[in-house]
């Protein structure tokens, strides 16, 4: 239940901020949710497979982005803003 209400949260938020690439992320994860339960009950390996993978790619990409918005390490949006700009 708190897994449903984080996603709820964070949906209500994009919606706000008005950032559409999120959102449609989102989306994209509880399809996929919804189909590794499905694979988890009908013991579908194919399902179960593809959850965990996307799982790890999921939880990798919001450790990337918990860390690069705190600055934690080498990560500093100031320095990839001039990087981004650098190359135009």
Known sequence: NKLKVCVLER????????????????FVHIIIV????????QYRP???????VWL?????????VICFYLEAGDLSKVICHLICLSHQ
């Open 46 to 52: 194919r399902y179960i497979t593809g959850y965990a």
């Open 11 to 26: 949906q209500i938020f994009d919606f706000l901020g008005y950032q559409w690439a999120p959102i449609l992320a989102n």
């Open 34 to 41: 919804i189909l590794g339960l499905f694979g988890t009950i």
């Open 56 to 64: 790890v790619l999921w939880v990798t990409w919001n450790v990337f």
